[in-house]
T-cell receptor, first 113, second 111 residues
Framework: SAVISQKPSRDICQRGTSLTIQCQVD?????MFWYRQQPGQSLTLIAT?????????ESGFVIDKFPISRPNLTFSTLTVSNMSPEDSSIYLC??????????FGQGTRLTVV | TQLLEQSPQFLSIQEGENLTVYCNSS?????LQWYRQEPGEGPVLLVT?????EVKKLKRLTFQFGDARKDSSLHITAAQPGDTGLYLC???????????FGPGTSLSVIP
């Protein structure tokens, strides 16, 4: 299983600002995944981050709001842009293995005020 | 769009009771997984089921995969307070594929 580190672990941000979340994996992986977990809810996939190409976004999520970088096979960033209180969530980075089992970091708890 | 449903959404039981959580899919997944998430942590994989009709046991937890590979259940025997958490079923396609999560079942086991 992969070890995934995310930072920051939590942040409180002003509305209208942007926050970049970093995700580091201890091994090389082809795809990394970003999820959002709103309070009291399950995980919703935001996008798949592919190394060497643009991220693939799920329905309801757009690049302008959630730009993603994937500079190498062990690292990715997710930016939450022009934040509003509705963006308050836990953001989770994930990788999956050869049998598509998902491994997660501890997540980033974002509060927008 | 592949969707997963779970029931019940919330469950509060006394220590020592048994419980079952159900997961149903609108389509077939290559594998179906169960995760448990505690507050402040990411989900942790409990089990993966791949074959229709498959049954897996993990101590007091029993997982079943339906014959048609579109539904699954998680049964906990003699629940303990340490079982408290959010139980998520999830489906995936091929190797290294994205994982789609169900809405979750929040379990509270009261001592």
């Amino acid at each position: 299983s992969a070890v995934i580190s995310q930072k920051p672990s939590r942040d409180i941000c002003q509305r209208g600002t942007s926050l970049t979340i970093q995700c580091q994996v201890d091994s090389q992986v082809t795809m990394m995944f970003w999820y959002r977990q709103q309070p009291g809810q399950s995980l919703t996939l935001i996008a798949t981050a592919n190394q060497g190409s643009e991220a693939t976004y799920e329905s309801g999520f757009v690049i302008d709001k959630f730009p993603i970088s994937r500079p190498n096979l062990t690292f990715s960033t997710l930016t939450v842009s022009n934040m509003s209180p509705e963006d308050s969530s836990i953001y989770l980075c994930s990788v999956s293995d050869r049998v598509a089992e998902a491994f997660f970091g501890q997540g980033t708890r974002l509060t927008v005020v | 769009t592949q969707l997963l449903e779970q029931s019940p959404q919330f469950l509060s039981i006394q220590e020592g009771e048994n419980l079952t959580v159900y997961c149903n899919s609108s389509s077939v997944f290559s594998s179906l997984q169960w995760y448990r998430q505690e507050p402040g942590e990411g989900p942790v994989l409990l089990v993966t089921v791949v074959t229709g009709g498959e049954v897996k046991k993990l101590k007091r937890l029993t997982f079943q995969f339906g014959d048609a590979r579109k539904d699954s259940s998680l049964h906990i025997t003699a629940a303990q307070p340490g079982d408290t958490g959010l139980y998520l079923c999830a489906g995936a396609g091929t190797s290294y594929d994205k994982v789609i999560f169900g809405p979750g079942t929040s379990l509270s086991v009261i001592p």
